[in-house]
């Protein structure tokens, strides 16, 4: 039976995020930068990882909140050993209607098929640039471009559709290739989505003036390739989607600095050790995996569930200022985008 969960300003949980691993293959400057997560860094433990089951787990449980869509990141999700299976547990499981990967992409050509045979939605793929050099600049890894793009391809081939290409937006870094991603992504029949750059964690030297505000980059691309709005979308959707006006696909926006969309936020995230967070940018989120692991049960789960959500009154992008700029953060590459 679905009983929702409605938080303090009215929103439901419909929507969960669950970083599988904190490791990534990639040092972006702006998630990972390679100073604060050096050989020296200190990521977890396999066995303070939440299984697959326990991760299933958690997912049925908050099918019967009303949950429709799980999206795995991380870290960079593919460095988990046989996702599919995760993938395959969680798609067997009654609600879920959309279940989709977000991944750096580089390793998809390998496991594209799998993903899709396990019962995976459709993924979104980090491309920041089509620029070998601006790429390898902002990822900060030896993985070149073209394994990006083939993994693209590979998803593309699998039938994980839409493919969206994600790409965060820095001025004077990336931001004079913005044409050229919608090009490429026009040509290859993939959704790219501009990011504005997030004040998300403490390490990656947010500054305001990095930030291309979205109606500045929809003017660019506007330039370029003509653009009209598409009405709608589902509840709690992040992107504001256009369309080219040449019938050349579609394009989005994220607008979480600009214009943030804290109202219509029914997302969960859990952490990689089972750690429930109701915000992108919490300071710390509910431990679930002692429940988990000291034999509670369902309905053990579901109460500590019910309890942080209904309490729920985050809405940290609209409040963002000065004073909030100074709190504790956890990290993106933490707790999954
Ligand atoms: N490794 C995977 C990937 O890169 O897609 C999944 C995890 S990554 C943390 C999820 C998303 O967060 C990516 O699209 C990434 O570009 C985005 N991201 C990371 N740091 C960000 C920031 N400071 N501002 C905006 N988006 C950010
Ligand atoms: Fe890795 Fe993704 Fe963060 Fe880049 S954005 S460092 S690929 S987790
Ligand atoms: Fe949701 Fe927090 Fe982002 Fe607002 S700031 S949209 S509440 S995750």
Redesign the pocket.
């Known amino acids: 039976m679905t009983t929702r969960a409605i938080d303090q300003l009215g929103r439901a949980l419909t929507d969960l995020r669950v970083s599988v691993t904190d490791r990534?293959n990639?040092?972006?400057t702006y998630?990972?930068p390679r100073e604060r997560f050096g050989p020296d860094h200190a990521f977890l433990e396999r066995h303070e990882l939440l299984s697959f089951e326990e991760i299933a787990t958690v997912v049925r449980v908050l099918t019967g909140f009303g949950l429709r869509k799980v999206r795995l990141p991380?870290?960079?999700p593919l460095v988990r050993r046989d996702l599919p299976r995760l993938v395959g547990l969680i798609a067997a499981l009654d609600g879920i209607d959309d279940l989709a990967l977000t991944t750096?992409g580089s390793l998809l050509p390998r496991h594209a098929d799998a993903l899709a045979e396990a019962g995976l939605d459709r993924v979104s793929v980090?491309l920041d640039s089509v620029d070998e050099r601006v790429f390898a600049a902002m990822?900060d890894t030896s993985v070149p471009l073209r394994a990006v793009l083939d993994g693209i391809e590979a998803a593309l081939a699998a039938g994980l559709t839409p493919v969206k290409a994600n790409a965060v937006i820095r001025r004077g870094v990336n931001d004079d290739g913005i044409v050229d991603l919608a090009r490429y992504g026009r040509e290859r029949g993939v959704v790219v989505r501009f990011i504005e750059f997030m004040d998300v964690g403490r390490t990656n030297g947010w500054r305001l003036d990095e930030v291309v505000p979205a109606e500045e980059l929809l003017a660019r691309l506007d330039e370029a390739f003509p653009l009209e709005p598409v009405d709608g979308g589902p509840e709690g959707q992040v992107a504001e989607r256009y369309r080219y006006r040449d019938g050349g696909g579609e394009v989005g926006v994220i607008t979480s600095v600009s214009q943030p969309f804290c109202g219509t936020c029914t997302r969960a995230r859990l952490s990689a050790i089972g750690e429930l967070f109701t915000c992108l940018f919490a300071v710390g989120g509910t431990d679930l995996r002692a429940a988990l692991r000291d034999g509670g049960t369902d309905g053990d789960l579901a109460a500590i569930v019910r309890g942080v959500w209904e309490a729920r009154t985050d809405r940290y992008s609209e409040l963002r200022s000065g004073a909030t700029r100074d709190l504790p953060r956890v990290e993106?590459?933490y707790i999954g985008g």
């Open positions: 990534c990639f040092r972006c998630c990972m991380g870290g960079e750096n980090s990822a993106m590459s």
